[in-house]
């Protein structure tokens, strides 16, 4: 009796292995799957759809007070993830990103899911205030929870790769649309906590009532699915 009780059980217990597939043997090396929400808190910037990393804790996304590589500033400048797809996809310290599939207006959120594994514990995220030069929000080395919810605040950043003219003619988001157009000179040349918009340009287009913001400017809620 207890034998036939033993071989019944092993094979409730293959089943249930079996059912599970790549979900079970993720875990079993240390792996899970995250959704990161992400809510635009601003009145009236646009995100560009946000990148969301997952990585080594030696990884660096950027270091306030150094130049931004290129593929963050072509991020922070125009809002492309595309290029810096590109960068990580080589490096050994990333285990896997998501972009998101559009914009974020003011108020709304989305939510993305990436992948995690024994030593690739850390998420970072990233996305323009299109509304700018070079601004762009960020939360860098996020440690994912090991159950429950991580929610952190993220402020926004200036690449320091183009010059704050606040003028529609060198900023890509509404109401201007001019994408790809760099005005570098008199730009600060390394990554700084971004001081807002003053309402130097043209006030009828980028407008310090509308498109300034309080930090933090964006909400990031981390949480494990399975």
Request: with cysteine; charged share 15%; hydrophobic share 40%.
């Amino acid at each position: 009796m207890n034998k036939m009780r033993y071989v019944y059980t092993a094979m409730l217990l293959m089943v249930f292995i079996l059912a599970s597939g790549s979900s079970f043997a993720n875990q079993s090396y240390g792996g899970r799957t995250y959704e990161v929400t992400i809510t635009n808190l601003t009145r009236g910037q646009i995100f560009s759809p946000p990148i969301v990393i997952s990585h080594k804790r030696n990884f660096s996304l950027f270091s306030l007070g150094d130049p931004a590589i290129a593929p963050l500033y072509k991020l922070a400048e125009d809002g492309l993830t595309a290029p810096l797809v590109a960068h990580i996809s080589e490096l050994p310290s990333v285990f896997d990103y998501e972009v998101a599939e559009g914009p974020i207006l003011p108020g709304d959120s989305v939510t993305l899911e990436v992948s995690t594994r024994r030593h690739f514990r850390y998420i970072s995220v990233a996305g323009m205030l299109v509304t700018t030069n070079d601004a762009f929000f960020a939360v860098r080395d996020l440690r994912v929870p090991g159950w429950g919810r991580a929610t952190v605040e993220a402020i926004v950043y200036d690449a320091g790769s183009e010059a704050n003219s606040e003028d529609c003619a060198d900023i890509p988001g509404p109401p201007c649309g001019n994408g790809e157009v760099r005005n570098t000179t008199g730009a600060e040349g390394y990554v700084h906590v971004h001081a807002g918009i003053h309402g130097i340009g043209n006030l009828e287009q980028v407008n310090p009532a509308m498109h300034d913001w309080r930090n933090p400017a964006a909400l990031i809620t981390v949480r494990p699915i399975y």
